[in-house]
């Protein structure tokens, strides 16, 4: 018996969707008129540096390791801040996306 060729699958074509923005004008115009007044890197680093804190003071109900985790994270997050410190002398289009 002859074998029959099997069928290609077809694909079907998608249509290209419509580009929507991602932020609505209104959040767009709010961002930007937070971070006229406030340094993006330097919050950031506040933010984090009081979440650290905040866990540090809270040891109810948290494993032993917890403590040791909260310093280890500290430590990390200030050697990337150097890191991120010194990439700004290095070749710029390695840093900026």
Do not use: W
């Not at 990390?76 to 002398?89: I, Q, T």
Request: hydrophobic share 35%; with cysteine.
């Amino acid at each position: 018996m002859a074998k029959k060729p099997k069928k290609k699958a077809k694909c079907r074509k998608t249509k290209p969707r419509k580009a929507e923005p991602i932020l609505s004008i209104e959040l767009q115009e709010k961002f930007a008129h937070f971070l006229s007044f406030v340094s993006p890197k330097h919050f950031s680093r506040s933010l984090r540096d009081a979440t650290l804190e905040i866990s540090k003071d809270c040891d109810v109900g948290v494993p032993n390791y917890y403590a040791e985790l909260i310093d280890g994270l500290e430590m990390f997050f200030h050697v990337l801040d150097v890191a991120e410190d010194e990439g700004k002398h290095c070749s710029k289009n390695m840093y900026e996306r």
